[in-house]
């Protein structure tokens, strides 16, 4: 799931090597923490958060029904 959200944030930003994911995972979540450049982070989330959303869509739909735990997106600053 790392490497997924990799390849969709990377090609978005101007500082693609900044870009870090880091997973918590408990009982039943399982917490993707994204991280990019100061800079970037308007690219990230885009207007009115439609970036962000269509990330976290992707994200959902592919990790939703392998694991039986919620998973969650968030975009660190």
Do not use: C, W
């Amino acid at each position: 799931m790392q490497e997924l959200i990799m390849s969709i944030v990377k090609p978005i930003v101007d500082h693609p090597e900044d870009v870090q994911v880091r997973v918590d995972e408990s009982e039943k979540r399982i917490t993707y923490h994204l991280s990019v450049h100061e800079n970037d982070i308007g690219k990230v989330i885009g207007r009115q958060g439609r970036v962000a959303k269509a990330i976290r869509t992707v994200v959902y739909a592919a990790a939703g029904s392998k694991q039986h735990k919620r998973i969650f997106l968030e975009i660190d600053e």
